[in-house]
């Protein structure tokens, strides 16, 4: 693992917005695996700022998203599909019709998990992923084994905690999830980790420093070849 030390959540983002622009320069036509939440926000600001100075072109660039809600439509505001095109998507000169995000509408869970897994066996050249408080990446909790391929997950109370800011109250956050899994995150060519704020220092210790098992599921990058984690100071006052 590469560890880069941030100053703040400001560095922290044009940090990784660094290496994010950097593959979309040396490949245009790449394939980017994007996240979602708070961690990558300001991450996506920077990609902005570069596109409108005319730095960055993502006019070839297809994009394959880690999760979505179970149950919101693309234009529910709480949705991951409706965050993307918000924070990105609307902003920079993409295709949307390349851009994939899981099919949330989808009331059966094994039909909308086979879609998406054609759609991810395209080979994601660069993963972006932020890190939960319970070391989850995208929506793949803490579990006895872990998951190899896109599945329907019931949330964790400490996922659907962490999440309750972005709704009205914690009775509106969804209870479940499609996500890409473990093994699916694990074919990327390369990955970047984002993780910004004291409360994610104890899951970035147990991700680079603890055992590689599924109660920390973001304890498996260890095993990858390419893994780049951008951390700020308060994310790294555990290690």
């Known amino acids: 693992m590469n560890i880069c ?5 400001q560095d922290m983002s044009r940090k990784a917005a660094n290496i994010i622009s950097a593959q979309v320069i040396m490949k245009p036509h790449c394939v980017l695996g994007l996240a979602t939440g708070s961690s990558p926000i300001g991450t996506y600001k920077q990609l902005i700022e570069w596109y409108n100075k005319g730095d960055l072109d993502f006019a070839r660039v297809m994009s394959i ?13 709480q949705s991951y599909r409706y965050f993307m095109n918000t924070n990105l998507f609307d902003h920079v000169n993409i295709d949307k019709t390349r851009t994939f995000v899981p099919n949330g509408l989808e009331p059966d869970p094994e039909k909308a998990c086979a879609a998406y897994e054609e759609i991810i066996r395209q080979s994601i050249d660069l993963q972006l992923l932020g890190l939960g408080r319970n070391g989850h990446i995208g929506f793949n909790e803490p579990a006895d084994s872990f998951a190899r391929e896109t599945h329907c997950v019931n949330l964790t109370e400490s996922t659907i905690d962490a999440n309750k800011r972005f709704f009205e109250s914690e009775n509106d956050v969804p209870r479940q999830a499609y996500t890409m899994g473990i093994g699916s995150i694990m074919k990327a060519r390369k990955i970047l980790v984002v993780v910004s704020g004291e ?3 104890d899951a970035l210790k147990a991700t680079i420093c603890g055992p590689i098992t599924p109660q920390v599921p973001a304890s498996i990058l ?15 006052s555990k290690l």
């Open 5 to 9: 030390k941030a100053k703040n959540y």
């Open 65 to 77: 998203n880690l999760d979505e809600y179970k149950g919101l439509s693309p234009e529910n505001p």
């Open 199 to 201: 409360d994610k220092a």
């Open 222 to 236: 260890q095993l990858h070849n390419d893994v780049t984690i951008v951390a700020d100071e308060a994310a790294m």
